[in-house]
């Protein structure tokens, strides 16, 4: 379900003292239901944290970048990295606290922590396995010992991780004001424009001006960044079982062809791997 934009409403984070991940439990598992157009205040833990969806999708907007994170991708997010949640459909989201002592049990590189591998915030592929493994895991809130039953998931679930696959996907965002407010609207609906001449105009900058800023601080253009903002928003279009000749409209392509071909030359595979669906 979508939200009218002014239904936005500004959420302070659930006590996280409550889901606090340690040595004996390392990792914890919270469940949070919320409505489109909600938004989770900017907030960060010493501890890293998966954050998944089960339905609906999700705008995490983390460090330096903002990942869509749809049912079929996880983010991971590194201790005391600042992130802000914002709800763009309903959506019922899991988050995995996950404490410095979680190792991958089977890999027997030296770096066997997720800490050690993942230093950064990084977009992983959900398995139908892992899905599931976090469906089961007990997501109440509290203190004491995980039952052997949790220790034997979060295991698993660990494991799953393990394997997951990178994603190439997440939008850097600048400290510039004026490119930060421009590439949050063109986030919030990226066909509102087609040029950036035009984009100029709402952010009271010169497009020369604004063009030099996306090269110095993002290293890019601001047609290959608004492509990669619409691969996010494919991803989200694709969670809902859109087809593909409805994601290629809604993203303003002329047909399904000419939007799988920017996906292949972007991502350099398929839509259909790319999305992660059938569609």
Request: proline share 8%.
């Amino acid at each position: 379900m979508r939200a009218h934009p002014s239904a936005r409403r500004d959420l302070a984070p659930r006590d996280p003292g409550l889901h606090v991940p340690t040595s004996e439990r390392p990792l914890r598992a919270k469940l949070r239901r919320l409505a489109a157009s909600s938004v989770v205040e900017p907030h960060s833990h010493p501890w890293a944290q998966v954050a998944m969806s089960g339905n609906g999708v999700i705008r995490m907007t983390a460090g330096h970048g903002t990942y869509l994170v749809p049912p079929s991708r996880a983010l991971w997010i590194p201790p005391d990295v600042e992130h802000r949640v914002s709800v763009v459909e309903d959506a019922e989201i899991h988050t995995l606290y996950v404490h410095p002592s979680a190792r991958f049990l089977h890999d027997v590189s030296a770096a066997g922590t997720p800490f050690e591998r993942w230093p950064a915030c990084r977009v992983l592929e959900v398995s139908p396995l892992l899905r599931e493994l976090v469906g089961h895991l007990d997501s109440a809130p509290g203190i004491g010992p995980a039952s052997e039953r949790e220790r034997r998931l979060a295991d698993l679930v660990l494991d799953e991780l393990r394997c997951a696959a990178p994603v190439r996907l997440g939008l850097a965002l600048p400290a510039d004001k004026r490119l930060r407010a421009l590439c949050e609207a063109v986030l919030d609906d990226p066909l509102r424009h087609a040029t950036l001449d035009a984009w100029a105009g709402d952010a009271g900058a010169s497009a020369r001006t604004l063009a030099r800023l996306f090269r110095q601080q993002l290293g890019t253009t601001f047609g290959e960044w608004r492509q990669q903002v619409r691969l996010a928003k494919a991803l989200a279009l694709a969670a809902d079982k859109r087809p593909m000749n409805h994601i290629a409209t809604e993203l303003g392509y002329a047909s399904a062809s000419a939007f799988s071909a920017m996906v292949r030359r972007t991502v350099g595979t398929t839509p259909r791997r790319f999305l992660g669906s059938k569609a």
